[in-house]
Structure formats: C-alpha cells, structure tokens
C-alpha cells in the first residue's frame, strides 16, 4: 500500500537547507525535519613527537567521526572524517575528507662530561649525559667519545662526540665538551 501526504513546512526564519530523516518507532515511521549544520573540518595537531605512548593526531568532535587519528611511532599518518547524518563541511562538501598528520622524531641531547687527568696518567672514561630520552624505550643509541689530541702535553683539548644524528624516534645533538691535562 502507498501512501501518499502532502505537508507544508512554515519557517519563522529565512529558508536554510534541511533534511528529513526517518526513523521507526513502535510500527510507526517518524519523520523528523533536521536544519542541516555546517561544521569545519578538524585540524590535525602539528606538535606531536614522539613520547612512547599512543597520542591523538586529529580530535575527535561533533558532527563526524574519526579513524587513523591516533598513532604511536614516528611516522606520517592519515585520518579520515566522515559526516554524520545532518552535518556538511564548511563550502558544502559532504565528502569524508583525508587530513594527514604526523608524530615526530623527539630531540635528545648526548653532552660529553668534561674531565682531565694528570700528566702521564692513564685517560679516564669518558662519560655523557643523555637528555630527552624515553626511559621505559627498549632502543639502544650508539655514539663514541674521543680525544682530539694524541699527546701528554699539559694543555686543554677538545673531547668530541659524534654518532649518527637520528637513531630510532630519537633525533639527536651532540655538545662536546674539554679534557684537561694537568
């Protein structure tokens, strides 16, 4: 059976765009006139590095859902926002829209310790600081100390690091530092 109803809407308010949505309730169908909403496209954040846990690239909101907006690594991501029923992006698009994101490499700092020995003794090791690291991080960072002299004679001298400048999520700087011959 088909049935067919005339309705006239009235409007208090200049005519905007609407939808009509229909819903079942108890055996009856509902129909529900819903002004259709304009809602911006989310933001991606732009300063996320890399901490070790799952971070949210692109907020979560009304009027859309979201996937592929959370990540743990350091690496270029991409969300997708989908409408929901009753909602359009800002300029009329209804599409879902593709927002990229990315979590970055976290800077760490390798700061060799500057330290010296006497004339003709043995060189002590040469110890860094590390800063920035993520203690609970299973990654092992690799660099070397050295000296830039060869002699004993009394003096200050440079102690040099160096290692490669991006190791796992970290990126690394490198502050050498002095050793002293007394």
Request: with cysteine; glycine share 10%.
């Amino acid at each position: 059976t088909q049935l067919d109803i005339d309705a006239t809407f009235a409007f208090n308010e200049d005519l905007e765009e609407f939808i009509v949505i229909e819903t079942e309730e108890d055996g009856l169908f509902v129909y529900t006139l819903v002004r259709i909403r304009e809602i911006e496209v989310p933001a991606a954040r732009t300063d996320l590095v890399y901490d070790g846990t799952v971070q949210t690239g692109v907020p979560e909101g009304e009027g859309y859902t979201i996937t592929g907006n959370t990540g743990k690594e350091v690496d270029s991501y991409t969300a997708t926002a989908t409408l929901l029923r009753g909602f359009r992006w800002i300029g009329g698009s209804p599409e879902p829209q593709l927002i990229p994101w990315a979590i970055g490499l976290r800077p760490v700092t390798i700061t060799v310790v500057s330290t010296n020995k006497l004339v003709g003794a043995e060189d002590p090791e040469f110890d860094t600081t590390e800063e920035g690291l993520i203690e609970t991080d299973d990654v092992t960072l690799e660099w070397d100390v050295f000296r830039t002299n060869l002699c004993e004679d009394v003096g200050t001298y440079d102690l040099l690091v160096s290692g490669e400048t991006q190791q796992g999520p970290y990126a690394i700087t490198y502050v050498d530092g002095t050793f002293e011959i007394r």
